[in-house]
């Protein structure tokens, strides 16, 4: 029988557990991303009502992070802050909206000021808009391709003029 000795290493222990242990410390540890662009308060106080452009507010705030689908006059300046613990789904810990509104001219009409607590939570329906007509089995779609393909591109049989031999391939008589 065969034994295998092994070696004593009195500082291992002590150390590989500390390792351990500090990595899963480390790991477990929240990381925090910002992300969209936040205006600061003194940038957003240059913008005045009625006298502000949309030119005016690119210089001061740069470009939105979304516009309007409708129309493009209320633009978005969207940050968010989330924390994410190891493997789990982040928490979303602060959230600011800037929505700057135009007028038909271009001039600033309001500026609103949204935080977190200001949304909402949607539930999206899961449906699909119909489509005309009706829909077919894979059988049926089967079935009834064939015969709709044929190996043939000239005049005969498979042809358009329907083989009589009464016409060529541009629809007049032959010769």
């Known amino acids: 029988m065969l034994y295998l000795r092994t070696l004593p290493l009195p500082g291992l222990r002590p150390g590989f557990v500390s390792i351990c242990g500090a990595v899963g410390i480390v790991g477990c540890a929240a990381s925090v991303e910002q992300r969209g662009n936040l205006p600061a308060a003194d940038k957003v106080a240059e913008i005045h009502a009625g006298s502000t452009t949309k030119d005016d507010v690119v210089k001061i705030l740069g470009t939105p992070s979304s516009v309007s689908v409708f129309n493009d006059n ?41 935080v977190l607590e ?8 899961a449906r699909a808009t119909p489509a005309p007509g009706r829909e077919l089995s894979f059988l049926e779609q089967l079935i009834g391709n064939l015969g709709k393909f044929n190996g043939g591109t000239g005049g005969g049989k498979g042809s358009e003029g329907g083989g009589t031999g009464g016409t060529g391939p541009t629809g007049r008589p032959p010769g």
Not at 79 to 107: E, I, K, L, W
Not at 118 to 125: L, Q
Request: no cysteine; charged share 25%.
């Open 74 to 114: 209320s633009w978005y300046y969207i940050s968010r802050r989330t924390a994410q613990m190891a493997f789990f789904d982040p928490n979303v810990v602060d959230q600011q909206v800037y929505v700057v509104n135009f007028d038909d001219q271009g001039v600033v009409k309001a500026v609103d000021h949204k």
């Open 118 to 125: 200001d949304g909402r939570e949607i539930t999206p329906i």
